[in-house]
């Protein structure tokens, strides 16, 4: 059973940046696609970046493409989301997962979170305007 969990969010303005840390525990991941979500309140989970076991593709939401960067370091077991130049509308609690029907999949990583197995417990991210 692996354990993720999230840090590094925070209360940061507008243009700001934050660097999301998602080390997982209990099972290695470097197999594994690997992703990153949000959720606003009131709003459904969305999709924000995947990146896949190797970390040679990753996939972005448009909304986020060019701002944010997902990267991961297997030695450490953990991925990484580096968000710049944020904007309000990135306010939300962000969740790091892990694809374990993906092993060593190629260039494909999931953008839809029921691909996703096990998620950590998430990490607030808010920003002012």
């Known amino acids: 059973q692996v354990q993720l969990v999230e840090s590094g969010g925070g209360l940061v303005q507008a243009g700001g940046s934050l660097r999301l840390s998602c080390p997982a525990s209990?099972?290695?991941?470097?197999?594994?696609?690997m992703g990153w979500f949000r959720q606003a309140p009131g709003k459904e989970r969305e999709f924000v970046a995947a990146?896949?076991?190797?970390?040679?593709?990753?996939f972005y939401a448009d909304s986020v493409k060019g701002r944010f960067t997902i990267s991961r370091d297997n030695a450490k077991n953990t991925v990484y989301l580096q968000m710049n130049n944020l904007k309000p509308e990135d306010t939300a609690v962000y969740y790091c997962a892990v694809d374990f029907s993906s092993r060593y999949s190629g260039s494909y990583a999931s953008q839809s979170a029921p691909s996703y197995d096990s998620w950590g417990q998430g990490t607030q991210v808010t920003v002012s305007s």
């Open positions: 990146i896949t076991w190797s970390g040679r593709s990753t």
């Open positions: 209990g099972r290695t991941v470097s197999s594994y696609a």
